[in-house]
């Protein structure tokens, strides 16, 4: 009879928790999808100056793949740095606090932005010579790639004031903003690098320059997209950002930011070093290895802007409840994240070992390429799994702005595990190229594991009322 009644409770419970789950799925689906359009929009610009820089000649190419690898680097951390803002916000909003002094931190983060852009422009400027002089490259490359970077560097200010106005939408729940921004700035980026690249519509033709031009103009164009959007929108225009008295700087706040900012950009940059690394040593494989590995790595790129997004969602949906100190949703909705990236790789990962060949034909017909691109992608599906647990996970600890013991997590994941293993595998046994994809793979499932862990333990599980958790409002 004990017996009876404890597997009824179990099963009422177990009921209790699938509709709680199916409530933070669909919360947490309806920000993450425009948020995931807005990703693909903005990779979407890289794209189109690929495409357009491919036509134009191979020497284009080559300088916007080096100019843009040699950007990217300050890129992602102050990306990474400035990320920090969503959570806090999130938090904040969660409290229900004063929006006028959410908008202070805002408006104080926007002053960490400027600084933060004229430190990426001087550090390009004067890094440009040297870097390129490394690289040894050929003056038809060369005079491109420089031009292109040094125009493309000036570009730190508005993309920095991007991340803070992003973060800050992001943390309202209002993922539908950056979505507008990501494809105003996409469809601007498309006409302007095609015009300046050709010389079309009465503008000179500046060949790679100009695609250069045309990224920072839209740069500029996304900021003041942002700015409008903080006009219409009440929840953002209530933090009055952009009224004339200039409030008290929330110096607390602001070390805040970068106490969890720092550790985000170092991982970030930590990861990304891992990844180009990895590419390079394929290098050494020949030219058609490289091409297939990235074909494989392209692919399972754009899928890894759903989980990714999900992610950043899981952010905004934990802190949301951090904040209004609601523990049992903390605990749901960061496994809720958890679970709902583990299913789409699922499903990524089964398209890619079900149908490689559809996926490969779609980049390469050259035969060679292609065997070697539909090898890699069994490879990429196990990636696939890992790195979307990974990235919910982080996703979720931001949220509770735990960041210190996840960088040191994923830093010794990638550096520590998967570059030895791939590195050893790849030149010490028969296994080659395929090992290194290996040495990812074990990258990321100790990533995967150990934050997937550092959340459990961080954000343990108080116990709920199952029947209430699914109509908590935020």
């Given at each position: 009879?004990?017996?009876?009644?404890?597997?009824?409770?179990?099963t009422v419970a177990a009921a209790s928790f699938a509709t709680a789950f199916r409530h933070?799925?669909?919360?947490?689906?309806?920000?993450?999808?425009?948020?995931?359009?807005?990703?693909?929009?903005?990779?979407?610009?890289?794209?189109?100056?690929?495409?357009?820089?491919?036509?134009?000649?191979?020497?284009?190419?080559?300088?916007?793949?080096?100019?843009?690898?040699?950007?990217?680097?300050?890129?992602?951390?102050?990306?990474?740095?400035?990320?920090?803002?969503?959570?806090?916000?999130?938090?904040?909003?969660?409290?229900?606090?004063?929006?006028?002094?959410?908008?202070?931190?805002?408006?104080?983060?926007?002053?960490?932005?400027?600084?933060?852009?004229?430190?990426?422009?001087?550090?390009?400027?004067?890094?440009?010579?040297?870097?390129?002089?490394?690289?040894?490259?050929?003056?038809?490359?060369?005079?491109?790639?420089?031009?292109?970077?040094?125009?493309?560097?000036?570009?730190?200010?508005?993309?920095?004031?991007?991340?803070?106005?992003?973060?800050?939408?992001?943390?309202?729940?209002?993922?539908?903003?950056?979505?507008?921004?990501?494809?105003?700035?996409?469809?601007?980026?498309?006409?302007?690098?095609?015009?300046?690249?050709?010389?079309?519509?009465?503008?000179?033709?500046?060949?790679?320059?100009?695609?250069?031009?045309?990224?920072?103009?839209?740069?500029?164009?996304?900021?003041?997209?942002?700015?409008?959007?903080?006009?219409?929108?009440?929840?953002?225009?209530?933090?009055?950002?952009?009224?004339?008295?200039?409030?008290?700087?929330?110096?607390?706040?602001?070390?805040?930011?970068?106490?969890?900012?720092?550790?985000?950009?170092?991982?970030?940059?930590a990861e990304t070093w891992f990844f180009i690394i990895g590419t390079l040593l394929m290098?050494?494989?020949?030219?058609?290895?490289?091409?297939?590995?990235?074909?494989?790595?392209?692919?399972?790129?754009?899928?890894?802007?759903?989980?990714?997004?999900?992610?950043?969602?899981?952010?905004?949906?934990?802190?949301?409840?951090?904040?209004?100190?609601?523990?049992?949703?903390?605990?749901?909705?960061?496994?809720?994240?958890?679970?709902?990236?583990?299913?789409?790789?699922?499903?990524?990962?089964?398209?890619?070992?079900?149908?490689?060949?559809?996926?490969?034909?779609?980049?390469?017909?050259?035969?060679?390429?292609?065997?070697?691109?539909?090898?890699?992608?069994?490879?990429a599906a196990l990636f696939q799994v890992a790195d979307c647990v990974q990235a919910t996970?982080?996703?979720?600890?931001?949220?509770?702005?735990?960041?210190?013991?996840?960088?040191?997590?994923?830093?010794?994941?990638?550096?520590?595990?998967?570059?030895?293993?791939?590195?050893?595998?790849?030149?010490?046994?028969?296994?080659?190229?395929?090992?290194?994809?290996?040495?990812?793979?074990?990258?990321?499932?100790?990533?995967?594991?150990?934050?997937?862990?550092?959340?459990?333990?961080?954000?343990?599980?108080?116990?709920?009322?199952?029947?209430?958790?699914?109509?908590?409002?935020?």
């Amino acid at each position: 009879m004990a017996a009876s009644g404890g597997n009824h409770l179990r099963t009422v419970a177990a009921a209790s928790f699938a509709t709680a789950f199916r409530h933070e799925a669909r919360e947490n689906l309806r920000l993450a999808l425009p948020l995931t359009a807005a990703m693909l929009s903005f990779v979407g610009m890289s794209t189109t100056d690929t495409i357009l820089a491919g036509r134009l000649s191979a020497d284009a190419l080559a300088a916007i793949a080096i100019g843009a690898s040699v950007w990217s680097l300050p890129f992602v951390f102050f990306m990474g740095l400035l990320m920090a803002v969503s959570p806090i916000v999130a938090q904040q909003v969660g409290a229900r606090r004063d929006p006028e002094r959410t908008g202070e931190f805002v408006r104080g983060a926007l002053g960490c932005a400027v600084v933060a852009g004229v430190t990426w422009t001087v550090v390009l400027q004067a890094a440009a010579d040297p870097i390129l002089d490394l690289l040894a490259l050929e003056p038809a490359v060369r005079g491109p790639a420089e031009g292109y970077l040094r125009v493309l560097s000036f570009g730190g200010i508005p993309y920095c004031l991007c991340f803070v106005l992003r973060s800050a939408a992001e943390g309202h729940g209002l993922t539908r903003v950056p979505l507008r921004v990501g494809l105003t700035g996409l469809a601007y980026n498309a006409v302007a690098a095609w015009a300046l690249m050709y010389g079309k519509l009465g503008l000179p033709a500046l060949g790679a320059v100009g695609t250069g031009w045309a990224t920072l103009t839209a740069s500029c164009l996304m900021v003041l997209v942002y700015v409008w959007s903080f006009h219409r929108y009440p929840e953002l225009r209530r933090l009055a950002l952009w009224r004339r008295a200039w409030p008290r700087v929330p110096r607390g706040e602001l070390r805040e930011m970068v106490t969890v900012g720092w550790p985000i950009a170092f991982m970030l940059t930590a990861e990304t070093w891992f990844f180009i690394i990895g590419t390079l040593l394929m290098a050494r494989f020949g030219a058609d290895v490289v091409a297939a590995h990235q074909v494989a790595i392209n692919f399972a790129s754009l899928a890894f802007m759903v989980p990714l997004s999900i992610g950043l969602t899981t952010t905004v949906r934990v802190g949301h409840a951090a904040g209004a100190r609601l523990t049992h949703e903390v605990a749901l909705r960061g496994r809720a994240g958890m679970l709902l990236g583990a299913l789409f790789a699922l499903a990524s990962a089964s398209v890619m070992a079900l149908v490689p060949g559809l996926i490969v034909g779609l980049y390469t017909d050259e035969a060679s390429v292609a065997t070697l691109a539909v090898r890699f992608l069994m490879f990429a599906a196990l990636f696939q799994v890992a790195d979307c647990v990974q990235a919910t996970a982080n996703g979720a600890l931001r949220g509770v702005k735990d960041t210190r013991l996840p960088m040191i997590i994923t830093v010794g994941a990638y550096w520590g595990v998967g570059a030895p293993l791939a590195a050893w595998l790849g030149f010490a046994t028969p296994l080659g190229a395929s090992g290194i994809w290996i040495g990812f793979i074990g990258g990321l499932a100790t990533a995967a594991a150990g934050l997937a862990w550092r959340f459990m333990h961080h954000a343990p599980l108080v116990t709920p009322d199952w029947r209430t958790a699914a109509t908590e409002p935020g």
